[in-house]
């Protein structure tokens, strides 16, 4: 068998060679004193494609949103996000660890409306416990990638806004979601206070998330940042790969949407699940209710293609930088030997 495909998740994808040498030429100092060169360049170019005012580099996503939870949001409110959001199942519950923050889920996992947000508003006149951040996902994770129609989205903000009540968006793959839409970051990030994003999914980097916002908040997710223990010293070789994916890597997701949707065509027709069509990299599979997807992972990888289930009856499969037409023509023709035989 020829070597194994690794779709397991974007997150797997290794640096190219172009990236390591860019990280190996990049000028460092001490981020800590805002001495790193390469690091200050990653922030403002990323604050102004995003058309934020300030930016903050940090190792994970999971810390770019927690420190968005602990900065907007008080102990003993409430974080109201999309249903099945990576903040409400994939973090250790850590708004609540970190914060003493409660997540309460809105609407389903494809997103909610604003109507929905105001209803849960105006339960806080009955008691129900002050939402003191509102949350929404692009594109959604757990839902196969999919992307949140902006004008859903800036109705949300809107309304949020009309409460002011702040609003967060994980954009961990918020670059799929403006090479699907064809929206100008700055677009897709417009109808939230502050963004997330990673550099460590589809655009291939070892490490790195950004966190964006007015100054106001980003000096203050600093100090988080630094109590949470993600202070950052000679991080300019990561931020130069982070530069070097922001130049050569967000056009190219092109390619893994077009190869994501080559795998859900070749695979739509095999009789054990309802493949979802996908929009960007992440196909979904869906199991009958309450079946059990490890067995036909275990089936898959025993072909040499690595998955995992998305959730107890789904499988999922995520193309990225390191998957190419060869890989997904052996992907296609592995699952279905496991999956038929
Ligand atoms: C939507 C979403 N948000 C946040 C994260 C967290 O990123 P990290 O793994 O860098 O902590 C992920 C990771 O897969 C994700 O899919």
Redesign the pocket.
């Known amino acids: 068998m020829t070597a194994v495909i690794d779709l397991r ?1 974007d ?1 797997v994808s290794k640096p190219t060679p172009a990236m390591r040498a860019a990280m190996a030429a990049a000028p460092v100092g001490d981020d800590c004193y805002a001495d790193d060169p390469s690091v200050n360049a990653l922030e403002a170019e990323v604050a102004a494609l995003l058309g934020k005012p300030a930016a903050l580099l940090l190792p ?3 810390m770019a ?1 927690q420190i968005a939870v602990a900065t907007h949001a008080r102990p003993g409110e409430v974080l109201a996000c999309v249903a099945e959001a ?1 903040v409400q199942v994939h973090e250790d519950a850590s708004p609540a660890r970190l914060s003493g923050v409660q997540v309460e889920a809105l609407g389903d996992r494809a997103g909610f409306d604003a109507d929905t947000l105001a209803a849960r508003l105006l339960e806080e006149r009955c008691g129900w416990p002050r939402v003191g951040l509102v949350w929404m ?1 692009n594109t959604l ?1 757990l839902a196969g990638g999919l992307v949140w129609p902006h004008e859903a989205m800036r109705a949300v903000f809107e309304r949020a806004q009309a409460h002011r009540r702040p609003v967060h968006i ?1 954009g ?2 918020l670059w799929n979601a403006h090479v699907a839409s064809g929206l100008p970051m700055r677009t897709l990030a417009s109808v939230a206070d502050s963004v997330s994003v ?1 550099l ?2 589809g655009l291939g980097c070892p490490v790195g ?1 950004v966190l964006v916002g007015e100054h106001d908040f980003i000096a203050r997710a600093r100090a988080t940042r630094h109590a949470f223990g993600g202070a950052l010293r000679q991080a300019g070789v990561l931020a130069a790969a982070g530069r070097h994916a922001l130049e050569h890597h967000i056009a190219r997701l092109a390619d893994d949407h077009r190869r994501a949707r080559a795998l859900w065509a070749e695979l739509k027709d095999l009789p054990c699940w309802t493949a979802i069509e996908p929009q960007t990299n992440i196909v979904r599979f869906d199991l009958p209710a309450g079946e059990d997807a490890e067995p036909l992972c275990a089936r898959i990888r025993a072909r040499g293609v690595l998955c995992h289930p998305n959730k107890y009856a789904e499988i999922r499969l995520v193309v990225h930088l390191g998957v190419d037409d060869e890989a997904v023509e052996a992907t296609v023709q592995r699952v279905r030997e496991a999956l038929l035989a």
């Open positions: 998740s997150t994970s996503g999971t949103n990576h996902e994770g994980d961990a793959r990673c460590s999914k998330s």
